[in-house]
């Protein structure tokens, strides 16, 4: 795909960087559900969860002795995805900020 980029205007070339941005977001969580589905059918090859080799149920130990912390907030538009309010803020939860919704609705 060839974009001539030097013809577009400034608010085209934002909504593109916008889609592109929304689209990584989007591939990037393809491919960690396609890690995480390969990483169950190998450990279930053995008779195992990934919660038994993982020694947490997707929350709990983060495998260093450290307690992972629960989520605070959670995408209105995508339950599936949450934030614990900790570290850099989610693409998801920027936009919403963006788009004007307030923190408290998104909390858990």
């Known amino acids: 795909m060839n974009l001539d980029l030097t013809s577009m205007s400034r608010i085209e070339l934002e909504t593109l960087k916008t889609e592109v941005e929304a689209a990584l977001v989007e591939v990037a969580e393809k491919e960690k559900q396609a890690a995480r589905d390969a ?3 190998a450990v279930a090859a053995f008779g195992y969860s ?3 080799i993982t ?3 997707g ?3 983060n495998g ?3 307690s992972l912390s629960s989520p605070k907030y959670r995408n209105p538009a995508d ?3 949450t934030w614990t ?3 850099r803020q989610p693409q998801w939860f920027k936009e919403a900020i963006a788009a004007g919704q307030s923190p408290d609705a998104m909390e858990i």
């Open 59 to 61: 929350r709990g130990r």
């Open 64 to 66: 260093r002795g450290k």
């Open 55 to 57: 020694g947490s149920g």
């Open 85 to 87: 309010g900790k570290g």
């Open 79 to 81: 339950p599936e995805q």
């Open 39 to 41: 990483a169950e059918k």
């Open 50 to 52: 990934l919660a038994d």
